[in-house]
Nanobody, 115 residues
Framework: QVQLVESGGGLVQAGGSLRLSCAAS????????MGWYRQAPGKQRELVAR???????NFNDSVKGRFTISRDNAKNTVYLQMNSLKPEDTAVYFC?????????WGQGTQVTVSS
């Protein structure tokens, strides 16, 4: 079993920054990708950013140029640096990991951006 522990959420004013971290532990096999999704109240969960094992990254169009994603392979940890935050970025952010057989999800961390 794989466990994902997220940290770094919180309350920030518009224009501010936050850094989310997600550490994976347990029976980790070959990791294909790690990343972040988010879900705002009344909305579907959507991809924010992900990074594949080879280093390729994908971003939601709404965060391009503001968010960056990185990964420390030695620590099985993925980071999401969020800059120039907007009120519409307010959501619960979920870490996810995709290995060769299935995906795993963290419990989620709340990010609230005040205007």
């Amino acid at each position: 079993q794989v466990q994902l522990v997220e940290s770094g959420g919180g309350l920030v004013q518009a224009g501010g920054s936050l850094r989310l971290s997600c550490a994976a532990s347990g029976s980790i096999g070959s990791i294909n990708a790690m990343g972040w999704y988010r879900q705002a109240p009344g909305k579907q969960r959507e991809l924010v950013a992900r990074i594949f094992s080879g280093g390729t990254t994908n971003f939601n169009d709404s965060v391009k140029g503001r968010f960056t994603i990185s990964r420390d392979n030695a620590k099985n940890t993925v980071y999401l640096q969020m800059n120039s935050l907007k009120p519409e970025d307010t959501a619960v952010y979920f870490c996810y990991l995709l290995d060769s057989t299935r995906s795993y999800w963290g419990q989620g961390t709340q990010v609230t951006v005040s205007s």
